[in-house]
């Protein structure tokens, strides 16, 4: 929330952080959500949506890396790529997926026309332009719904929902996450990945994540943990990379793979964080987290 010119961010009960504005660029609401737009004096053009920080211009690159090239880079090998993005948002996924050369189509669903509007206006230094791409097609839908209806495979399936119970908004039935969880297995083709952000991961906050691990896990058999520190968020940051392939194992895939892969793509020189040691790295935790991961 605004309070004179700070941005209190009081996610955390016991917390709060405040962020002083630069300037006021848009506030609207949606029929969804509070979407609030500033300039912040240490992190850029950033957005808030229902008062919870998530997109900031000095930091937005860390995450969406973290959350496109993991996927596409462990999963199977295609001279084409089709990958499904259930949130638009600012266009950043979209951004960082036009990166690949074998990238065939990019489809993104997302149920706010009026946001994605607005970040189509005012947030070009994010989407760079992605959302005009012919390559990309934006599709004002429930993810839910979409899911259910569209029968296509795909080989990547991003969740970049912002939070965990929006992908039955606007929808014409509402579905159990387990069922919005099965929807996006079977719209996966062989060797096809799913990524999705899921909450605070460090040492002593990692519940959230834990419990979405565990939930993902009912679904494929194969959902391994990675995380990155975002500025923004003041947080370490958990992501999941789930497969239908049980024999599936990201820690399995050499250096020298992935630094082929990353070639073979053409991203060799479009990367700023997620290169091959950092994307090893970042599925490498503590004696403390790896002892909770094998609870469950």
Known sequence: MIKGN?????YLPNTQVAHRIRR????????YQLVEIVDLYDFGRSVFIDGNPQSAEKSEWIYHECLVHPPMLLGAEAEKKNVLVLGAGEGATARELLKYKNIESIT?????KKAVELFKKYLPMMHKGAFNNPKVRLIIDSASDFLKENKQKYDVIISDITDYDFFNLGAKKVRSEQRFCELIASRLRKGGLFAMHAGDLN????????????????????????????PFLENEWGFLLASRDKKFNPKEISEKNITKRI????????LEYM??????ASFVFSPRLEKIFKKY
């Open 6 to 10: 700070w941005y209190i961010d009081d």
């Open 24 to 31: 006021k660029v848009v506030k609207k609401k949606t029929k």
């Open 108 to 112: 993104l669903i997302d149920i706010d």
């Open 203 to 230: 040492e002593d906050e990692y519940a959230t994540h834990v419990n979405l691990k565990k939930f993902v896990k009912k679904i494929f058999p194969a959902v391994y943990s990675y995380r990155a520190y975002i």
């Open 263 to 270: 070639f073979q793509c053409g991203i060799e020189r479009k």
């Open 275 to 280: 290169d091959t040691e950092m994307l090893k």
